[in-house]
């Protein structure tokens, strides 16, 4: 029951985010996609304190810290497919986090240019030795 209040809360957060339309968020910046896409989960700085991420079992994780939560090591294609999903999804089966690459794409947007300019973005907020 939980597991589909928040399956549902995921999707209801894509999909109002993405209400953007596919060409406004072709002219967002990395700081604006994260903003608009990822801070109502992972927080304003990306500290995973976002205004819902309390009604998950599992926090979302600080996005400040993947690098340190791998060693100071930020990998950037490991990443790309983790907010992607596609990939993961077939592998795992569902998630509590959007999949990105479905919902960009079926709104149309560049999914690809999408996801570098949130990888840049990921890169230039990343903390040392945050957990
Ligand atoms: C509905 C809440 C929600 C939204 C919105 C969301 N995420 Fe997540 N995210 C999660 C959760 C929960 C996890 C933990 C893994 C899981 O359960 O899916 C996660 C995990 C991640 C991870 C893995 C972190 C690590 O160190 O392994 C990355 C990277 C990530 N999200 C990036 C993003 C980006 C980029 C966006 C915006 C495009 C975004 N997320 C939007 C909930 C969300």
Known sequence: MR????????????VAALSAGAEELGGYDG??????????????TGDGDGPVSASFKARPPA????????????????????IDGRT???????????????????AGADTDAILTRLLEY????????RP
Do not use: N
């Open 3 to 14: 597991h589909l209040t928040v399956f549902s809360l995921a999707v209801v957060l894509g």
């Open 31 to 44: 700081a604006q996609l994260y903003k608009r896409l990822c801070s109502s989960c992972h927080g304003p």
């Open 63 to 82: 996005l400040s810290g993947i690098a340190a939560r791998r060693g100071g090591q930020f990998p950037a294609e490991r990443i790309r497919q983790l």
């Open 88 to 106: 993961s999804v077939a592998q795992h089966g569902a998630r509590d986090m959007p999949v990105w690459g479905v919902d960009l794409r079926a």
């Open 122 to 129: 990921l890169r230039s907020i990343q903390k040392p030795g």
